[in-house]
């Protein structure tokens, strides 16, 4: 019986390396669940191949919070799937600070991304530019990933 169950802990445990039990990888569908909510506004200003500017609107009664963290994928078969990470050059940090940026109900401002250093330029296609955002009455475990969608 033991040896059963120490065999069976074994397989278990090899299936998840090999599968590598993580959040999908770059080609694959898109696992992200979008918000869609007439209480944030999260529009293209300007596009280029290396960066966004998004204009972002709060009409929640509450102030509206995010960090640093994006995403970006690619809309390819009618999917959204996520895209490929470039390889990190030497001395460039890819990690994530964990500043907090809020906006107060009612506001409005423009943000800016900058992805060359994650995904370099951009070829042309249909994308969209993920951020989770969440109120300032609700825990950072209930974020929103909205999304704004532009075309290079």
């Not at 869609?36 to 709060?58: A, Q």
């Not at 640093?68 to 959204?80: Q, V």
């Not at 070829?123 to 290079?152: A, H, L, Q, V």
């Amino acid at each position: 019986m033991k040896i059963n169950l120490l065999f069976s802990s074994i397989l278990i445990f090899v299936i998840l390396l090999i599968s590598g039990c993580g959040g999908t990888k770059a080609g694959e569908k898109s696992l992200l669940n979008i918000s869609k909510t007439d209480l944030i506004s999260f529009t293209e200003k300007s596009v280029s191949p290396s960066h966004i500017e998004i204009n972002l609107s709060n009409y929640h009664t509450e102030k509206l919070i995010w960090g640093s963290w994006f995403t970006i994928e690619k809309k390819t078969g009618g999917e959204w799937h996520e895209i490929e990470l470039i390889p990190p050059e030497p001395g460039i940090d890819r990690t994530w600070t964990a500043e907090e940026v809020s906006l107060e109900s009612g506001g409005k401002r423009t943000i800016e991304a900058y992805w060359t250093h994650l995904y370099g330029e951009l070829s042309k296609g249909e994308y969209r530019f993920i951020k989770p955002f969440w109120f300032n009455n609700t825990d950072e475990d209930d974020e929103m990933y909205i999304s704004c969608e532009f075309i290079i």
